[in-house]
């Protein structure tokens, strides 16, 4: 066959497994997932490798066993649902997300790619589509990094394996370590077939809710997501010196939060002169010591995490930073240093991904009347971020009301989340035809 | 006998028992009570009521029965060691301090004054004077406040007994009760006659280090402490919305560590513009939520501790921290709001204390070739505050190294320790033959 021939039997199999995407059996799946570790105000507080976490791992193994895929577990935990392609030795199309949760989230982050992977097994099966290549749902291991951290650690050991060996050593507030818990979670799945960490693939499209308040500003139910933007990650330390509130004068005083405070000033007017550049700095992390009323603060600790498109501009703040830091050690009695905690660059997913997404949520949004999809960057890290590195990806976003996400009232639209899953189906399966 | 009579024979006594006071006895005798709860670096951790504590007052019990001291206990463990007067019947001349320490604290906060008061009584043994009024050392309990809120828990009862009842639910970090925690020690102490919470007193004088940095400036060994700061606590709370840092665009965020940091330098402002009337402002204790490296703060809390010798500067400063706390709260998408936690007025000590405290500390640094003494107010709280509220009332400071207190390495020169030892033997003793 030619090329063309191939493109136009792969956009005939999309269309037809997009159409077969149904909403009430997405939605009952769901709220099926939810059920782990759900709460009565809505949320789901469901922490990695926590006996919740496992009851609805072997709830998702059952269910993908039913849609008659091959089931397989990897050393860092991450689960991955086959279902067989014409040509078996060719690497899959894989799809997917994490069903791990912040301690409290919400039913949808993370649950709702690896739901809508199944439904789009579903699907295929329905409309009887038979894929060339394997099409494999991933359930990544500890996406949140709330109880161990960093978060991403199943897609990012799957792009590097080596990471894994660090990864077991990280603890959690109990003193547990992730690799006792990651060995109890694998002996619980002892009747699933292992795989090696870190398989080829053909490419990935992850689908989410964007957790961020751009499409629903934007009344549009599907986002093309173009890239993650970049991240840098410091600790700001300054040392002073702590003394009696009420015995020292004003000016004999080394307050450790006031010089805090006048560098975080001087943080935020950098953040506001490269606003319109996309920079987002957030201070979220504090610790002041001694931390009591009667004691001038002799020691201040905070965290930046300073977020943009553009990797100059976050380079410019980031010498800012130093800068404030550096000015402020030379200063009269404090001591100020500075630590780069983390760092990624912008992750940039290949124009043509970006380019079927887009057909993909075109088509879904078009027959449903909706608004045609936009293009987007992602705020947050995702696990595509990492299986970028390794093969062509891309995201779909749905809206997240009000931009809620982190929170018992995340939610998205029924016929959002619906499109979401019906753009998920035609991009897997014309990739999965080509 | 004329008035004037009495006033040369009290003036006498004074000089005799100033003159009958002992550097190495006195220094030995700081050693030997720093011993309970000593530490490797020089410091003392003997919080109030802790089996150490209870050492240690044994201790002081001891010493003082050999004294030729009475000794009696009342309901909030105050201990009481009396050297009899010419006149039973007469309400004593009360001295002393506390002998509890914060977490890490040095020799001389409290100790010093309870020390100095037994050192008293001896040089009085030592050089025969018979007093008029009986003079009592005190052993105030919990000035601290370390392990059970508030501080000052005795004197503040001796001077109210109604408060004993609240103070008695206060709880420290393991839940014990100062209730429980008073009664185990009262038990330990059944040998001890016990007396009424609150009885009659003549006069009080506190000998104490300065806990600042004003006496090693002017380099005097010895102030006249004219009174004490007013204060008044604050805590301030700010509600903005927690939400992601990725994803939340930098307009359209609440973020209420920015918006604290806005309020916070607004404060600063007000404070510097009144540091030349002698505000002192301490924004000490933070309280951050989620307290996330990404995520913005949702909700921030924050204490005020605000002193000022100057009641009309307090009162301006407080309206000015409304003014800002409603401003804030109308301002768009925020809550805040103001909570009073603690005011205590100046305590001004009557004039003619501070003269006799003058004229004791003149005539000790004289004698020594000594710089006069210095009238200075006290920063910081003290026992002396409560007691103020039932009799005329004074203080002796004596200079701490760097102003350093509440940390091991508190520090006051011996000689400097022997003047307000000299200091206060002479106001004692003038204020008994009176």
Redesign the interface.
């Known amino acids: 066959m030619s090329s063309t021939d191939v493109s136009h039997i792969a956009a005939d199999a999309a269309a037809h497994a997009q159409d077969a995407v149904a909403s009430g059996r997405l939605n009952e799946a769901i709220e099926a997932l939810a059920a782990f570790g759900g709460r009565s105000d809505g949320g789901v507080s469901r922490e990695t490798l926590t006996p919740l976490d496992l009851q609805a791992r072997r709830h998702l193994i059952e269910r993908a066993r039913a849609l008659g895929c091959e089931v397989r577990v990897d050393a860092c935990g991450n689960l991955f649902f086959r279902r067989a392609g014409q040509q078996a030795d060719l690497p899959p199309v894989l799809t997917g997300s994490h069903i791990d949760t912040q301690p409290v989230g919400g039913k949808l982050d993370g649950a709702y790619g690896v739901i809508a992977g199944l439904e789009v097994i579903q699907a295929l099966n329905d409309a009887s589509v038979a894929t060339r290549r394997p099409v494999e749902v991933v359930v990544w291991t500890n996406e949140e990094g709330a109880r161990f951290g960093p978060g991403a650690m199943g897609s990012s050991a799957f792009a590097k394996p080596e990471r894994l060996t660090g990864y077991r050593t990280s603890r959690d507030a109990a003193g547990v370590t992730f690799g006792a818990a990651l060995d109890a979670a694998l002996a619980q799945v002892g009747d699933v077939n292992s795989c090696p960490l870190g398989h080829p693939v053909h490419a990935c499209v992850e689908l989410h809710i964007?957790?961020?308040?751009v499409l629903e500003a934007a009344n549009v139910p599907l986002g093309v997501v173009t890239g993650i933007?970049g991240?840098r990650?410091f600790s700001v330390k300054i040392l002073g010196a702590?003394?009696?509130?009420?015995?020292?004068?004003?000016?004999?005083r080394r307050?450790a939060?006031?010089a805090a405070?006048a560098l975080?000033?001087r943080l935020?007017a950098c953040?506001?002169a490269a606003?319109a550049q996309g920079?987002?700095?957030?201070?979220?992390?504090?610790r002041?010591d001694p931390?009591?009323?009667?004691?001038?603060?002799g020691d201040v600790e905070f965290?930046v995490?300073a977020?943009c498109v553009d990797e100059a501009v976050l380079a410019g703040f980031e010498a800012s930073l130093r800068d404030a830091v550096t000015n402020l050690d030379a200063s009269d009695g404090y001591a100020a240093q500075v630590q780069s905690?983390f760092a990624r660059g912008m992750t940039r997913f290949p124009p043509e991904m970006a380019a079927l997404i887009e057909r993909g949520c075109a088509r879904a949004a078009a027959n449903a009347g909706e608004q045609a999809p936009i293009r987007l960057t992602?705020?947050?890290?995702h696990d595509a971020m990492y299986v970028a590195d390794v093969c062509p990806t891309a995201m779909i976003f749905v809206p997240s009301r009000a931009?809620?996400?982190?929170?018992a009232a995340e939610y998205t639209e029924p016929r959002q989340l619906y499109l979401g899953a019906k753009a998920l189906a035609y991009a897997v399966t014309e990739l999965a035809c080509r």
């Not at 964007?210 to 308040?213: D, H």
């Not at 920079?279 to 504090?286: E, F, N, P, V, Y």
């Open positions: 964007e957790q961020g308040p933007q991240v990650w702590a003394a009696h509130a009420g015995t020292t004068p004003m000016e004999v307050d939060m006031r405070m975080a000033n935020y953040a506001d606003r920079l987002r700095m957030t201070l979220g992390r504090w002041v931390n009591s009323i009667n004691t001038i603060a965290t995490d977020r905690l992602s705020g947050a890290f931009g809620i996400s982190h929170n």
